[in-house]
């Protein structure tokens, strides 16, 4: 059964940005199926994607917005990287 969410992105957004907490000045990301172009939309979010999301896009929006980020396949390879030299030190 497919339901659909009590309250839409724009609300949950605004409800965010008016509690006093921690969480009030943390950057929102939208993903929506629609263009949204009004100016309330971009002031509540600071990027907004469209779908089908692409990993690429959301990366790229979170550096943009200056989160440091990394793929899994970076890590695997900082990981395996860092093994080498842990079993094979120079002399």
Known sequence: MLTTAVVDGESAARYIKSTNN????????????YSADNNEASTLFAASLAKPLQKADLLAAMRQLGFKTTTAQETAHHTVAASATKTNPVR
Do not use: L, R
Request: proline share 8%; net charge positive; glycine share 0%.
């Open 22 to 33: 921690k969480n009030t000045s943390t950057p929102i990301i939208a993903v929506s199926a």
